[in-house]
Nanobody, 119 residues
């Protein structure tokens, strides 16, 4: 069982930055792929970024490449999402995910944190 708790969301102006954090419980954190998804009002949940257990491999949605950076600290059981050059279309609830597979679709989810980008 893995429990995930996100933090760091908020309101920011377009062009600004935010860093999301996701703290995970459990002693096998480094065994899991970790990632971030988001869901905007009226839209389906979409993949944003993922990272391998060691942190050596990362992957991103095209819409955030070059602006967002995912990282992890296995000593702190925490994964981060640094979001720069934010756009109004980045507004969504952001969810942390943990899975033994890179697709991140069938594992554990956090409760979500709201990110709102004003124009």
């Amino acid at each position: 069982q893995v429990q995930l708790v996100e933090s760091g969301g908020g309101l920011v102006q377009a062009g600004g930055s935010l860093r999301l954090s996701c703290a995970a419980s459990g002693r096998t954190f480094s065994s899991y792929f970790m990632g971030w998804f988001r869901q905007a009002p009226g839209k389906e949940r979409e993949f944003v970024a993922g990272i391998s257990g060691s942190g050596g491999s990362t992957y991103y949605a095209d819409s955030v490449k070059g602006r967002f950076t995912i990282s992890r600290d296995n000593a702190k059981n925490t994964v981060y999402l640094q979001m720069n050059s934010l756009k109004p279309e980045d507004t969504a609830v952001y969810y942390c995910a943990a899975d033994l597979r890179p697709q991140l679709l069938n594992g554990y989810w956090g409760q979500g944190t709201q990110v709102t980008v004003s124009s």
